[in-house]
């Protein structure tokens, strides 16, 4: 059976880290969270962050926009909060609706309160293994892996998906890390052989349970980034885990993995970017 990677418990540390990391600041790190529409999962995860930053003690903000919001409008409240002295962090929950033109907002948005990491200057900057703020899914993924001490110079890795959020940089993080990388997609053929031969998995794919357990190599690491509601109102994960988790060295559940760490890394994110904010950068 799999060590399980509890990704809630290592979040927990980090974030209580942080909050006296943070008391070292002559300011809060300030937080913004940008909410368009009434999305009922949205909802539910800016509240979440919300709970998060509160408890470690950063100034926080909710902007609760109606779905109707237009571009213009979005557009100029991302440039007040950039130019607002006490905001470190602008985070615009996605998806958002129709109308909007979701890049253009990412790239509105100061590339040094990018906390999401999806600004095409830091996506670039990652892109050439100078990484300044990264992708909090991808940038937990690594330290649960690190946390575990798993050694990753020269695994054979398969990234399943290949989102800007995801699966493209979740690719960068391992090959920067000297994994031999795969990227997986829609149109890639007999996906199965590939994950048979992997030592990592990475699965960012959104479907319920695609991967199968007996697809994983005996001994593999299993990581779950997705996260889906069954019919009985149970959550389970882009891979099949009971039956993954009795090949695979090392699993993250569905939840309780990597969740709890994305938002303990969009804790982090804003924290760094205070701390250059306040000439505290390294």
């Known amino acids: 059976m799999s ?25 809060p790190p300030g937080l913004a969270v940008v909410l368009v529409g009434a999305d009922p999962a949205s909802k539910v995860y800016t509240g979440m962050k919300g709970r998060v930053a509160g408890r470690i003690g950063y100034h926080h903000k909710q902007l609760d926009l109606a779905a109707d919001t237009t571009q213009a409008s979005l557009e100029a409240l991302i440039d007040e909060l950039n130019a607002d002295p006490a905001i470190d962090g602008i985070l615009v ?4 609706p129709g109308h ?8 509105r948005i100061e590339p040094t309160k990018d906390v999401d990491g999806f600004h095409a200057m830091n ?22 892996l690190e946390d575990a001490d798993i050694a990753l110079s020269g695994l054979d890795a398969v990234v399943i998906g290949r989102s800007n959020i995801v699966g493209r940089p979740m690719s960068m993080l391992l090959e920067q890390a000297n994994c031999t990388v795969t990227t997986c997609h829609s149109r890639t053929r007999d996906v ?7 030592d990592l998995v990475v699965a960012a794919v959104g479907r319920s349970q695609m991967i199968r ?11 779950d980034v997705g996260i889906h509601r069954l019919a009985d109102g149970s959550l389970c994960g882009d891979v099949e885990f009971e039956a993954a988790a009795k090949r695979a060295s090392h699993i993250t559940p569905v939840p309780g ?10 804790m982090e994110n804003t924290y760094q970017a205070s701390r250059s904010t306040q000439g505290k950068g390294d």
């Open 93 to 96: 929950q996605l998806p958002l």
């Open 123 to 144: 996506s670039g900057l990652l892109s050439q293994g100078r990484p300044a703020l990264v992708p909090c899914t991808p940038l937990g993924v690594m330290r649960i």
């Open 192 to 198: 199965q052989a590939i994950v048979q031969r992997s």
């Open 3 to 27: 060590q399980i990677l509890d990704g809630k418990a290592l979040s927990k540390r980090l974030n209580k880290a942080l909050k006296y990391k943070a008391l070292e600041l002559a300011r």
């Open 100 to 107: 909007l033109n979701a890049k253009a907002i990412m790239d």
């Open 213 to 223: 357990g007996d697809w994983v190599k005996e001994g593999a690491v299993v990581i």
């Open 257 to 266: 993995g990597v969740g709890p760490m994305t938002i303990a890394m969009l």
